[in-house]
């Protein structure tokens, strides 16, 4: 009867090993999902001829905006994990976030070696979009 006992506890051990396992499991797949945004740089030719921005507005491209196209397709983008994406360095001159995220939540530096996109307050920048496009000229 005590090695039943015995029995009986060991498997009852290893279904909550196996319950605790599935739970870990769900709860990284929900972190890694709600951590998850979009990245897409480069100049404003190339996102458009890929089809990440469109020019709106103006009359034959004078005074037209660029925007995010309404339905960007994800194979374009970069895929990022904001809990540890803090900038991303870029090519080309005046660059400008097309994206919304509140001005006062990354830093644009220009140099002549390096030029870069650093988040300063990660929490503020990805409130609004989980989608960065960085258009350069």
């Known amino acids: 009867e005590m090695n039943f006992e015995i029995d009986e506890l060991e498997y009852l051990v290893s279904s909550l090993e196996t319950s605790d396992s599935i739970k870990q499991d769900i709860i990284e797949g929900q972190t890694a999902s709600l951590n998850r945004a979009w990245l897409a740089v480069g100049n404003e030719k190339e996102l458009i001829e890929k089809g990440v921005v469109e020019k709106t507005g103006g009359i034959l491209g004078i005074g037209s905006t660029l925007r995010l196209r309404g339905d960007p397709n994800e194979k374009l983008f970069s895929e990022v994990d904001i809990s540890n994406f ?6 080309g001159k005046k660059p400008r976030v097309v994206t919304p995220h509140p001005q006062d939540s990354y830093l644009l530096k220009q140099s002549d070696t390096d030029n870069q996109l650093s988040i300063a ?10 989608i960065l496009v960085l258009v350069t000229k």
């Open 86 to 91: 803090g900038s991303v360095a870029f090519r």
């Open 121 to 130: 307050d990660p929490y503020e920048f990805w409130s609004t979009s989980r």
